[in-house]
């Protein structure tokens, strides 16, 4: 109480012509503190009056300035306000309507002739930009960056004005016809990659769907408008795809794509005739393909397989307006196809199945026999077969919960008839006599571990009489009085060479010459190869290959290596070399 009449003695010593009270005081309290000094006691800032509470205390207001009266605004500031008031957006950018396609597509029909040429260069980090999400300075870089894009120059910037460009082409904003639209987005992506190779993703999804939507403009056909794109459409090998879809079987290389595990990759493939392994592998997987027919399963399944899934929207990722459009069907190739009927998009397309690891299983399981039956000294261990049987089931539908795990007992009939042909007891004796059936086709013999062709001797049986017939004749003229012929003096025998194979890893030693083993001492040593090592490299594995067999150097990597498995044999008779 005494604080209180001490403060309204002080506040009647200021306002001497006022009288302050008990019940005045709050506002008198309140003209003290937005008293202007500077000013007479008339001039206040006119504010609402606090609501009390129980306390009797006050709280601290937050005065709001009225911002000053702006003048005429220069251009092109006038113009990006203009823009940001369409479709009732407030001024400012970071604004809640800036992933509206609508009004972006609005916005960019007035904005479509716009220039600029501004020097400074403002970086703009959010991917999928629109106007509204770029302040003045960010829009006057983008637009100065599109004014030279339009003019053929296009340079780096930040991905998210490229981004806003491209949302601009795909909603036919400054082009005339899908065609144009199309040939300046693929322009864009041809030179923008250069910058950042991000936009490779984007874009081939992107132009893809626009195709679609406007299929009946367009007269070319997507494969070959595809054929400009600066990257290939298909992330996987389309000749692959197309090889591997008529399964004719007879590339290595395609059957591998589908694989875990690949024999061209080993030294088995390397160290011996490629053309042979890759022929006699290719024969097998025929002759797998008739043992799983009579299993009741269709070996193709495991190689591709057609997949559908549902688009939920195209132009993902992309600011798109809504367009109707009727049912259509658009195939873009041999490999995939579009569709639109009354339930959404749908996705239709070819690619290489899951089952990697069950073809893997298969090839290594052939070339673990190819092994045995060619006298390849090294041999490998048979594959788990647990890999196939987690491959089968982790390949089941998402319809299993964790609680519920897929079981060999509840697959599908034809993986569950694939499996018991993989793990029955007639599938290695029949890789053993594909492999056996292979090389009496091919006259192929392996003497010491090296497959050699032996040439079958024809004879024309129809010209045999003829033959006969001269050979009587010649005969007769030969019969006549022979002189003794004088004795030839027989000369000494020469001296056998050694037989490298028979010599061992001693013979192959001592048939280098003392360049390659200097050469395998400094690799032993882990020592720098000198440059220019290429053909004596190849020299030492020609030797290598005709005593033991085998490469004794492998070369395919920056830094070439003697195989582990003759290095302490090598340094046992090089230790003194």
């Known amino acids: 109480m005494a604080n209180i009449h001490a403060l309204m003695t002080l506040i009647n010593k200021i306002f001497p012509n006022e009288n302050c009270t008990r019940d005045n005081i709050a506002v008198f309290i309140r003209r003290l503190a937005l008293k202007d000094v500077s000013q007479n006691h008339e001039h206040f800032a006119s504010v609402q009056p606090p609501q009390e509470n129980q306390s009797g205390k006050y709280s601290p207001e937050k005065i709001t300035q009225k911002p000053p009266a702006r003048g005429p605004q220069s251009e092109p500031y006038a113009t990006f306000k203009k823009m940001r008031q369409i479709g009732g957006v407030r001024e400012g950018y970071l604004s809640y309507y800036a992933d509206d396609a609508e009004i972006f597509c609005k916005q960019a029909q007035l904005m479509k002739d ?78 923008f990659r250069r910058y950042d190779e991000k936009i490779d993703v984007y874009l081939r999804e992107w132009i893809r769907d626009y195709y679609v939507v406007h299929k009946p403009q367009f007269a070319v056909e997507f494969t070959d ?79 591709w397989e057609n997949r559908r899934e549902k688009i939920y929207s195209l132009f993902r990722g992309a600011v798109h307006r809504k367009t109707a459009i009727q049912p259509i069907t658009v195939q873009l190739d041999d490999f995939e196809t579009i569709k639109l009927n009354s339930r959404g998009w749908y996705r239709e397309y070819l690619t290489l199945t899951q089952y990697r690891s069950v073809i893997g299983y298969i090839l290594k399981s052939i070339e673990i026999k190819m092994r045995e039956h060619f006298g390849y000294k090294r041999s490998l261990q048979m594959p788990n077969i647990s890999q196939v049987e987690n491959s089968l089931i982790n390949s089941e539908p998402d319809k299993f919960t964790y609680f519920t795990r897929p079981t060999m007992d509840r697959l ?36 010491n571990g090296v497959v050699k062709e032996i040439k079958p001797v024809e004879i024309d049986l129809s010209k045999l009489k003829d033959i006969e017939k001269e050979h009587m004749e010649t005969a007769a003229k030969l019969i006549v009085e022979e002189q003794p012929a004088p004795v030839a003096e027989v000369p000494p025998p020469a001296a056998v060479a050694p037989d490298l194979e028979i010599a061992g890893m001693a013979g192959f030693v001592d048939s280098l010459p003392e360049e390659g083993r200097t050469l395998l001492i400094t690799l032993l040593n882990g020592g720098q190869v000198p440059p220019n090592s290429e053909l004596l490299i190849e020299t030492i594995n020609a030797k290598a290959l005709e005593v033991i067999a085998d490469h004794m150097i492998d070369d395919s990597e920056s830094v070439p290596y003697v195989y582990d498995d003759y290095t302490e044999e090598l340094k046992s008779w090089l230790g003194g070399q």
């Open 114 to 191: 716009f220039t600029d040429d501004d020097d400074r260069k403002i970086p703009l980090d959010p991917y999928c930009a629109t106007y509204l999400k770029m302040d003045d300075a960010q829009l006057r870089t983008y637009f100065t960056w599109r004014t030279k894009v339009r003019q053929g120059v296009i340079e780096d910037t930040s991905l998210s004005y490229a981004f806003c460009y491209v949302f601009e082409l795909l909603n036919d904003v400054g082009v005339s016809s899908p065609a144009e639209a199309i040939g300046k987005l693929i322009a864009l992506w041809t030179a």
């Open 225 to 303: 408008l595809s054929r400009g794109f600066p990257v290939p459409y298909h992330s996987e090998d389309v000749a692959l795809l197309a090889k591997a879809k008529s399964c004719s079987w007879d590339d290595l290389r395609v059957i591998e794509a589908s694989s875990s595990f690949r024999i061209t990759n080993g030294q088995f493939y390397k160290a011996t005739d490629q053309a042979m392994i890759e022929k006699c592998a290719c024969f097998v997987i025929q002759e797998l393909a008739k043992l799983f027919k009579s299993g009741g399963v269709d070996l193709r399944k495991m190689f």
């Open 412 to 447: 599908k009939v034809w993986k569950a008839k694939a499996f018991s042909v993989i793990s029955g007891t007639e599938f290695e004796p029949a890789i053993v006599r594909a492999i056996a059936e292979y090389c009496k086709l091919a006259h192929l013999v392996s003497v």
